[in-house]
Each structure stands twice: as structure tokens, then as C-alpha cells.
């Protein structure tokens, strides 16, 4: 489907057309820029609201700023395809998140503009500040740059560690916070107030308007006048507020708030901003979802909702004859339910993804057991910590890729001291369209490698329920790590009686000859079917849900090494010392011999694309499987075709 962008668009391939443009000619293009975003995100899909709420934004940034030689940094990236768009990769927008196509975030090998890699939220302003001062030293005076970070990713440590040292850093940074209110779900916490503070005090907004009118009737030079602003500003930021005192106490001489969808606005601020030299922050109002009627209404349902037609807002949902399955996430969220109305010690803690975990579910049937921490794993981790010592049984759900933010507060906080936190890892494994910065590959392996730690993966939703089950129970006195991935699992009726599971056992699903599959999640599914496809080829593999990558269920190993030599592992993880690892260990220590192959995610970056094309990229889908047990028992085909023949 051809989309044909409008008239003033349609000539700006670089930052450099968009500067040839006259002021009075930026808003068209920002009208123009929006709706080519509407148009190919409704056809193609991918993240919507952010976008549109930066609009303006992104379109003052490459008209004032030398890009790519002045560097901008976004965070987390959902609110940079408009930046795509004007920097030359037009034309190609409609591949963005599709395999092999544009990546859904900035990405430092598809273009000079995209100044740093980013996907996961509150990075920009520290890799701003080292861009900074890369250039202070470089003596590249005239350089410029600017980090692009919103009020939800503000509340991550990482932001404020960045803005303390750029607040002494005497480089020439300026941090754009742009503040809508919400980041994926509605924002939370102090900070939140902080900035609601700011932004409605009518005092403080009357008088800063009253000081900047009388500067402006002032006949006096630029810097005199700059400099009495800087005065009179930190004077009055004292008197009537004490909301900015935030950013001054850090030293970041702070501008505003300003309407961030006034493009002349911001395109005069910008341009005074750019020759004021040292560290400073201007906060800016937008509306995420700004233009799109029904994005601005519900900015969460926004955020990533699929294909859908942008005349009447209807997003379209996939169409089913027979009962489908449920999202792993939903089945968590529901369950977590159930065990808590039986056990008042369960809490539920997620930082910032209460929508896409499903912890809502709990939050709204028990506000005073469900906590959205906001852009805080570290702090979630700790917080759970804290909880546990109190006898309390916390799931603290976060995404397996975010997880790896929180790595020494598990080590130190959790299994050190052998608390009974249960961490339930949502989008392990590979998870499409986001690409390489959300893939959840490595926390079997960096799970696996911790004491006391107990790592887990069930290959359907009654086994998500069993493991729950078992992680809240009291006998359970380790951390207990439940590993599932993102989207739909396989069974339609999925609301089955809640069993224990002893822990560090699995399960023989079917027994068989010549060789055994051992799985562990998910990936059991795909090893299942490849068994009933291999029925065709004469071959009767056993198979063997392991459901634990540590402990592992040794006793079930002895006999898989006793009856086979020839063993294929299937995992949804880093064949670096994940399950199958794991496997081998268990092998060389009891003096086993046998031909092992082990299927996974390998060791290399691995691109965006929809969870299948991924999976059979990497080798660990049905086919891949049935492939390899082919390959491992070439010598008994050709036997068993010479006796059939």
C-alpha cells in the first residue's frame, strides 16, 4: 500500500531541507509529519502516541540544532519516528519493527542521526552528559547537546545520577524533560506531584510571564539582559515556588515549563537555549497522543495498539473461529489473584509496566497489595527484598530484559541473603518487533549462576499456575525465578486446579527410542510438535519437559543418560551457559557420554522480527528441531528405508 506524505514533506530528506523552510512554513510541516505518522502506523503497525506528542518537538530540534554534527539523544526511543522521518528514512518508514527492515527505536548503525542505541528508558541524559564532555575535551566548542527524556523515565535512578554530574560538569548539555504525564500506564510517584507543582502554580507562571514582558521592553544588550533574567529568575523561582528548586539544587539552570506544542515557541527557546553555554534543563508540556482524538483520550491503549483505522479509531483485533488461549501475562495476572484472596501475605510489585504484566488486574481488586514502583527495577528488586524479610510473599514481576537492570540488587539484596522473592519474567525469550534491547535471552544464564536461586520455565499456562503456586507456598524459602515469554500460550481452557511442584523436577511427556528432546518452557510446545511431524519419518523421539534450570531434576537425567546417547536441548534462552549448558555440566560431572546438540537463542545480537521469523532464524522452532533430530539419526533412516524397501 502506496502512503504518499504531504507536499512540504515529501522534499525534506535530510535536516537540511527542513532548514531551507521559512518559520512561518514549520507548522504545515508539523500537520504533515503527523499525519504520515497516523497513516503508516495504522497500515503497519507499531508504537503511536509518543510520536505524535513530540512532534513539534522533533521538527524545532533538526531546524535549529547542526545535525548530525550537534547530537540529540532520545529516551527509550517510542517517540522518535518523527525524527526518523526527517532524517532521511521517509521513504523506507513503513519496514520500521518489520524484519530486516528499520528498527523500532534509534539505532547507531541505521543512520549518523541516531546518536545512541536506546530501548530501555532514562539512559539519555547520562550518554548525553559523555557525548558532552567527549566534546569538552575534544575542544569542539561549537558542538552541541541535547538529551530528549520524559517525566516517566525521569523517575529511574539512572536519570538523577546523570543529572548530578551534569549539574558540575561545566559541558554545554541541555536536557529536554518532556512532560505529558504518562509513559506506558499513568505515571506515579513524588515526582509526579513535583512536576504537577510546576506547571499549574499561577504564580509562578504570572510572574515569570510579568519578569520576561518587562525584559523584553528593556533597552538593553542580549547578555546584560541574559544575565539579569538568570538573576531575577533563581529570585523569583525562590519566592513563589519551590518546585524548580529541584533542578537549581543540581545545579541545571532551569527554563520554563512552555507549551511544547507551540512550534514558533519552541523554536525561539531553542534558539536562545543554544547559545547559553553550561548545563541546563528546559521542561516542556506535551500531549502524548497529541492530534489523534482517541489517542489523547486513552493514551495507555495508545501507547502500541496495533493496526487500526484511523478514520473511525477502530483497532483491529484478530479473528478467531475456536477458542484461543490467553496471554501468559493474563494468566499471571489472574492468578496471582487467586492465590492472594487465599494468602493475605501476597504482594504484587512491577516497576512501571502495570498494563503489560497484568498486574492490573490485582491493582484494581486490591489497590493495598498491587505497587507500580514506576521506572524502577533496581528499587522494585529492593523494595520486594525488604517485604520478604517481613514474612511477606512478593511477586515482583519485570520483564526479563529490564531484569538485567536490577542484577546486583538480586545478588546482593535477594539471594545473598536467601529471601523468598519470587520474580516472575515476563517476555523471556524473544519477543518480536522490539528488537534486540527487549529480547529477554540471557536471565537463565544469568539467573542460573546465582546461590540459592531457583530458576524455572513452564511449557504452558497450568504449569505458570503450578509454579505460582508453588513459589508463594511457605516451605518455599528460596528466590524463585519464573521465566514465560510474551503472548499467547496453548491452551484455550487454562483455568486448571493449582498443584504443587516438587522443586527441581520435571516430567516425561512421552517416552521413546534412539533419541530424547529435553525442553524447558515454552519451546516444549515446538519440540512437541516436531515429534508428531517426525512420525513420518519413521522416528519416535522421547520427550522431556525439564521445567527447571536449576536445580535440575538429576534423577530424570540419570535415566535419559542411561537409556540415550544422542540428546537435543531446546530452550528459549542463550545457549551460553543457559539449560543446555546446564545439561553438559551434569554430563561431564557423572562421566556420561553422548552426543548432545543444543538448540537456542545463539550467541550473536539478535534483530527485531515477529517472535516466528526470529525463532527459525535462530534454529529452535519445530522445523529446527525436526531438522536436528534428522541430522543426529541420519544412520537409522537409511537403515529403517532399506528394510521398508
Known sequence: MEITPGPLL???????????????????????????????????????????????????????????????????GHQAYGHKILTGRRDNFMTNRKYKGLSGFPKRSESEYDTFGVGH?????????????????????????VAVIGDGAMTAGLAFEGMNHAG???????????D?????????????????DITTSPTYNKVKDDIWKLLGKLPVGKH????????????????????????EALQLRYFGPIDGHNIAKLVDTLRDLREIPGPKLLHIITIKGKGYAQAEKDQTKWHAPGLFDKVTGEIYKKKYELPQPPKYQDVFGHTIIELAEKNEKIFGITPAMLSGCSLKFMMEKMPDRAFDVGIAEQHAVTLSAGMATQGMKVFCNIYSSFMQRAYDQVIHDVAIQNLPVVFCLDRAGLVGDDGPTHHGCYDISFMRCIPNMIVSAPMNESELRNLMYTAQLESTKNPFVIRYP?????MPEWKTEMKEIKIGTGRKIKDGQDIAILSLGHPGNFAAAAIRDLKNDGLNPAHYDMRFAKPLDEELLHEVFHKFNKLITVEDGTVK???????????NENKYEAEVKILGIPDQIIEHGTPKELQHECHYDAEAIKQAVLEMMRGKISVSSTILG
Open 10 to 76: 515529501k522534499k525534506i530528506n535530510s535536516p537540511e531541507d527542513l532548514k531551507k523552510l521559512p518559520r512561518e512554513k514549520l507548522h504545515q510541516v508539523c500537520d504533515e509529519l503527523r499525519q504520515y505518522i497516523i497513516d503508516v502506523v495504522s497500515v503497519f503497525g507499531g508504537h503511536f502516541a509518543a510520536s505524535l506528542g513530540v512532534v513539534e518537538l522533533t521538527t524545532a530540534l533538526h531546524y535549529i540544532y547542526k545535525t548530525p554534527y550537534d547530537q540529540i539523544v532520545w529516551d527509550v
Open 121 to 145: 528508558s532514562s539512559t539519555s541524559i547520562s550518554a548525553a552528559l559523555g557525548m558532552a564532555m567527549a566534546a569538552k575535551y575534544k575542544g569542539e566548542k561549537d558542538r552541541k547537546v
Open 168 to 178: 558540575t560538569s561545566e559541558t554545554d548539555l541541555l536536557i529536554i524533560l518532556n
Open 180 to 196: 505529558n504525564h504518562i509513559g506506558i500506564d499513568p505515571n506515579v510517584g513524588a515526582l509526579k506531584e513535583y512536576l504537577t
Open 224 to 247: 546584560f539582559t541574559r544575565a539579569m533574567a538568570h538573576k531575577l529568575a533563581e529570585g523569583m523561582k525562590g519566592m513563589v515556588s519551590s518546585s524548580a528548586n529541584l533542578f
Open 486 to 490: 510474551r503472548g499467547e500460550g496453548v
Open 577 to 587: 551457559g543457559g539449560f543446555g549448558s546446564a545439561v553438559l555440566e551434569f554430563m
